[in-house]
């Protein structure tokens, strides 16, 4: 999860960094969960609510009936007149908080044609029990202040015994029941959201799971960028494998881009450097004004033509991704060559790597720098050159470089000469080769992979060539 | 000492066959690859000048197939592609030098000069036996000091032999290597300008081995 340091401004996307995926789909599905969960909260509490109502009522509901059959109980004038039959008066204690004194439960019975009240359980001890009116309803259930000012919840029911129509009326009051509810409330909202956190955590795990080939993605994509690998894993889920069979036909054609622009740079400087020797010889083995003003033309036009094939090149030749070369062979393959091209000269090329290293970059690149050094150092040395090649860390930018270093036993540069050398993209007009030796190349080279290209006194007696280049992480 | 030129571009051809010719070597020319390849399979070249932009056959896999066969003359290659990779690919494919385009003329001759010395074991430019002298680089001879006028043939034969001095070089090796492929082998002027040369550099220079050739110099061991 590292960001690369020297990634250029440029290729930064633009606009506001969007929420992560992992981000998006655990805050949907808590959101989602978080609501089912309420409502199902909701809905229990409810559903707990209407039955403990009703089971309330059913027990208010046997005092009336109880009240009811005591009122008209008439088992020893059996034979008198049903309709003269005469109310008796209550005394119902059918449950005991009936007599004790503003306990909560109630009863009162009155003429419906009348609100006096005509009977009364004990505990209202002759305060009224403030029904609402019945109307012509046969039954009614409601909540009223009680005479302790708590909340009552009361049934009311009609009868009609002989000619007269009663209500009875029986209330308790409700606070233990609400409490009930409170109670079992607080234990559904705890459950719910243990429940709910479980669920949460259940998500992010299935989530992080879920798109952890995302990241494997994004790893095999980010290797192959530093040039670690050469191509992307493609052994990934249906959904996104597609994706990395696109991204490697991607980083193909991208390499075959460049080597395309690489071969028509190539094919131009075939193309002009041919007939470009003729006119020159040519010019040069006549005589006369013009034959002079072709050579000295021809000649400025080579350097030209070098000059700006040598940018195309270079241009071409930016950033291929996932590109990554050992040094050692092909350092090898050039000092072997050099001592063919050397051979008359009697120059000993010592080469000198310890362990194993990799260049993150194209084997031509650093043949052609390295190229051009030890080229150099052949060309000025007296009998000795030596090569190498040592891993060092950057510690201003913490990337893994190594330093090349060619020396000679030659003359050497001043130290004017050397800071001229090096100077990087000399400018067209400038079209006198500094020192000759092709070291402005080597730097802009080197620059464009984040390297850099210096030059000292060697302790040989000559020049110390030192070319730092960014090197594989060791694994 | 014969040379020979592989080069598609007639002009650069002509001029590379003209200016050889003139620093006093025997060139034979090809101007594609196909063809280039067979001459350099059957005719004994002392040097090659072989471009690498050829067409039918490119000059890496010429001068890969030569080495392959067994082929060991020296070979210059000339190349456009001058990035080091090129080179380097020229040289290991049994490349001896390169010479990047555009060139100089100068610049050509002297590399291939170095080649067809260093080949003969030489490390001067300057080849001398007894009192003969030869100056490969102005193309001069003098005999104790004093110069002498050699004609073209002579001064290859000479050169030759001072190349490869001490060892029997045959009637047929030298007209292989004096002569270009056009040349009517069959002749026996091959002794004629032996005769001649004596002449010029002193009959003792150039010792006859009967039935088996020439020899300039005191005997090498190989």
């Given amino acids: 999860m590292t960001t690369e340091p020297d990634a250029p401004a440029g290729e ?65 004038n059996a034979d008198s007149d049903v309709a003269n039959q005469a109310v008796k008066a209550p005394a119902y204690r059918g449950d005991p908080r009936f007599s004790l004194p503003l306990s909560g439960w109630y009863w009162t019975v009155r003429r419906a044609s009348s609100p006096s009240i005509l009977y009364a359980s004990e505990s209202l001890v002759g305060d009224p029990l403030n029904t609402p009116p019945i109307a012509d309803r046969e039954s009614s259930a409601s909540f009223i202040t009680g005479p302790t000012g708590d909340e009552v919840r009361v049934l009311q029911q009609r009868i009609s015994i002989g000619d007269e129509a009663y209500v009875i009326a029986v209330g308790a009051a409700t606070a233990g029941f609400w409490a009930d509810i409170a109670e079992f409330s607080r234990m559904v ?10 669920l949460i955590l259940a998500i992010f795990l299935q989530v992080r799971f879920g798109l952890k080939p995302l990241t494997r993605l994004r790893a095999s994509l980010s290797a192959v960028r530093l040039g670690e690998a050469e191509r992307i894993d493609e052994a990934l889920p249906g959904e996104i494998a597609p994706l990395a069979v696109e991204l490697n036909a991607l980083i193909v054609s991208n390499k075959e881009i460049v080597e395309r622009a690489r071969t028509h740079v190539g094919n131009l400087a075939h193309g002009l450097k041919t007939p ?91 043949e052609e720098m390295s190229g051009n050094l030890i080229d150099n150092a052949c060309k000025w040395a007296a009998s000795r050159v030596d090569v190498g090649v040592v891993r060092k860390s950057d510690q201003a930018t913490n990337r893994e470089m190594f330093a090349l270093t060619v020396e000679d036993d030659g003359p050497g540069l001043s130290p004017e000469q050397r800071a001229e050398a090096v100077k990087r993209g000399r400018r067209l007009d400038e079209t006198v080769p500094g020192t000759g030796l092709g070291l402005s190349i080597v730097a802009d080279l080197a620059a464009l992979y984040g390297g850099t290209l210096q030059l000292d006194s060697s302790a040989l007696g000559g020049l110390k060539a030192t070319l730092v280049l960014p090197a594989l992480t060791p694994e | 000492m ?31 690859g196909e063809e280039g390849h067979f001459l350099g399979d059957t005719e004994p070249y002392d040097a090659v000048v072989l471009d690498l932009g050829l067409p039918t056959l490119d000059g890496l896999s010429v001068l890969e197939n030569w080495r392959r066969d067994g082929r060991t003359m020296p070979v210059l290659i000339l190349t456009a592609r001058d990035r080091w990779s090129d080179k380097v690919a020229g040289i290991d494919a049994g490349a001896d030098d390169y010479v990047a385009k555009p060139f100089h003329m100068e610049e050509v001759l002297a590399r291939v000069r170095a ?29 104790d000091g004093s110069p002498i006028k050699l004609t073209s043939h002579e001064y290859r034969l000479l050169s030759y032999l001072l190349h490869h001095q001490g060892k029997v070089i045959s009637r047929t090796e030298l007209t292989e290597h004096l002569y270009d492929q056009d040349f009517d082998r069959d002749s026996n002027t091959v002794e004629v300008f032996v005769g001649r040369l004596r002449k010029k550099i002193g009959s003792d220079m150039i010792e006859t081995i009967r039935g088996l050739g020439y020899r300039l110099g005191a005997a090498s061991d190989d």
């Fill in chain 2, 115 to 143: 080649l067809v010395r260093r080949a003969a074991g030489h490390a001067s430019n300057e080849l001398t036996s007894g009192s003969v002298r030869l100056d490969l680089r102005a193309g001069r001879v003098t005999v």
């Fill in chain 1, 276 to 366: 470009l020797s003729v006119i020159s010889n040519e010019a040069r083995a006549s005589e006369g004004p013009l034959a002079e003003k072709v050579a000295e033309q021809s000649a400025i036009m080579s350097t030209q033509i070098q000059h700006h094939l040598e940018r195309a090149r270079m241009a071409a030749q930016r950033r291929v991704i996932g590109v990554s070369c050992e040094t050692e062979p092909v350092l090898a393959r050039l000092i072997r060559a050099m001592g063919k091209i050397y051979q008359d000269k009697g120059i000993k090329v010592a080469f000198d790597q310890a362990g194993d290293l990799r260049f993150r970059g194209e084997s031509q690149d650093l």
């Fill in chain 2, 2 to 32: 014969r040379i020979l030129v592989v080069e598609d571009d007639s002009d650069l051809n002509r001029q590379l066959v003209s200016a050889l010719e003139e620093a006093g070597y025997v060139v034979d020319s090809a101007s594609d």
């Fill in chain 1, 12 to 76: 930064k996307s633009s606009g506001k960094p969007q929420r992560s995926l992992a981000t998006r789909l655990v805050f949907v599905a808590a959101l989602w969960s978080t609501i089912a969960l309420a409502l199902a909260g909701v809905f229990l509490v409810s559903l707990y609510q209407s039955a403990s109502e009703r089971a309330f009522d059913a027990q208010l509901k046997i005092h009336i009936k109880a009240l009811i059959s005591e009122m008209i109980e008439t088992g020893s």
């Fill in chain 1, 189 to 198: 909202t705890l459950t719910l959201c243990i429940v709910g956190l479980g």
